[in-house]
């Protein structure tokens, strides 16, 4: 079984890619932590910035298109700001641990990547590994929380041949 379950909406994702390189990506996120892919799962849609700006409305009241969102199946956040997550033990292969859900837009993602200069590839492949983090209860709000998820995304970056996105 794979660690990511894609669900496309938008063909433009297809034609990019987006599953293998999602996978990719989650399983470095994860490898990253020092966790097996085995044992998680995650679920991934590719949509367009219409279906990401309804679910940013709905989920963040927020009603405008944003490059990528996450709903972790349970709240891993840290108590103390700047601790590291506690990290969820892998379920069996026939049943892993559910890790959570993400949408990706692919207009915002597109913008963004011609706007910063970078290849869409190492764009996404930031974004799924930025939203892995997330599902896992990394966060960025305070500072601290902040410089410990962007120095595990460079590094993880750096396993995938994806320069700093920072």
Excluded at 134 to 140: F, V, Y
Aim: aromatic share 4%; hydrophobic share 45%; charged share 20%.
């Amino acid at each position: 079984m794979d660690l990511v379950e894609t669900l496309i909406e938008d063909p433009r994702w297809d034609a990019f890619g987006l599953a293998p390189l999602a996978e990719r990506a989650s399983v470095a996120a994860l490898a990253g932590l020092g966790l097996p892919a085995a044992g998680y799962h995650v679920s991934l849609m590719g949509c367009d910035d219409a279906r990401i700006a309804g679910l940013n409305a709905d989920f963040r009241g927020k009603p405008q298109p944003t490059n990528v969102l996450s709903w972790p199946s349970e709240d891993r956040a840290p108590e103390i700001i700047g601790d590291a997550p506690a990290l969820p033990d892998p379920g069996p292969p026939d049943d892993p641990l559910a890790l959570g859900d993400i949408a990706i837009a692919w207009e915002t993602c597109a913008g963004e990547a011609e706007a910063q200069g970078k290849s869409m590839a190492d764009h996404v492949t930031h974004l799924i590994v930025h939203a892995v983090l997330h599902l896992l209860g990394h966060d960025h709000i305070e500072p601290e929380d902040a410089d410990l998820m962007e120095a595990r995304e460079v590094q993880i970056l750096a396993t995938l041949g994806v320069s700093d996105p920072y």
